[in-house]
């Protein structure tokens, strides 16, 4: 499902769409029993992410999987990428239903991290982005913090903008795979 007409409109006209993505080290493989719960809920979430106000676009293999990418060399990291109108439409599927139901209980099924795990960009509309753009996001959110390259929902940046959007309900940032080194 792709809007149509609904990417934010820049002062100098150009219309974008807010990129995402979120990397996860997995606790267990994806097919263990620990996991059973998470990846039966893969589909059925996707699937309401893919009929969502809002939802633009998801990474996918041919076959529709998400879970065949990897990120960082890493063989545990599971990445999610997509594309949506503005981060309010991101948001709203975020805190809703299975999804919801999944992100809280992300610590059975992600290990928890240090560093920044999930980072959001604007992109001219149509464009689909790529894991080389992800990591390069990740990273540059890593070592920069919140900037209009790369931020994240607790201060998120307007499209084409150079300071912080306006004042609003805070988003809470989903802490879906982060792990401490405790």
């Given at each position: 499902?792709?809007?149509n007409g609904t990417a934010k409109t820049t002062e100098n006209g150009t219309r974008h769409e807010l990129a995402q993505v979120n990397i996860g080290r997995l606790?267990?493989?994806l097919d263990s029993q620990q996991l059973r719960d998470f990846a039966e809920g893969l589909d059925p979430v996707n699937a309401v992410a893919d009929a969502s106000d809002g939802f633009v676009w998801r990474l996918k293999d041919d076959s529709g999987d998400a879970t065949s990418f990897r990120v960082f060399d890493d063989a545990w990291l599971l990445v999610?990428?997509?594309?949506?109108?503005?981060t309010n439409a991101l948001t709203a599927f975020m805190y809703q239903g299975r999804h919801r139901e999944l992100l809280a209980r992300r610590r059975e099924f992600f290990e928890?991290?240090?560093e920044a795990v999930t980072a959001l960009w604007w992109v001219p509309a149509g464009h689909r982005p790529t894991l080389e753009e992800a990591?390069?996001?990740l990273v540059?959110?890593?070592a920069h913090g919140p900037t209009p390259y790369a931020f994240?929902?607790?201060?998120?940046?307007?499209a084409g903008g150079t300071g912080p959007e306006p004042e609003r309900e805070p988003a809470p940032e989903p802490e879906s795979v982060s792990r401490s080194a405790s």
């Amino acid at each position: 499902m792709t809007d149509n007409g609904t990417a934010k409109t820049t002062e100098n006209g150009t219309r974008h769409e807010l990129a995402q993505v979120n990397i996860g080290r997995l606790t267990a493989p994806l097919d263990s029993q620990q996991l059973r719960d998470f990846a039966e809920g893969l589909d059925p979430v996707n699937a309401v992410a893919d009929a969502s106000d809002g939802f633009v676009w998801r990474l996918k293999d041919d076959s529709g999987d998400a879970t065949s990418f990897r990120v960082f060399d890493d063989a545990w990291l599971l990445v999610n990428m997509s594309v949506w109108r503005d981060t309010n439409a991101l948001t709203a599927f975020m805190y809703q239903g299975r999804h919801r139901e999944l992100l809280a209980r992300r610590r059975e099924f992600f290990e928890r991290l240090d560093e920044a795990v999930t980072a959001l960009w604007w992109v001219p509309a149509g464009h689909r982005p790529t894991l080389e753009e992800a990591e390069e996001r990740l990273v540059h959110l890593r070592a920069h913090g919140p900037t209009p390259y790369a931020f994240n929902l607790r201060t998120a940046f307007p499209a084409g903008g150079t300071g912080p959007e306006p004042e609003r309900e805070p988003a809470p940032e989903p802490e879906s795979v982060s792990r401490s080194a405790s």
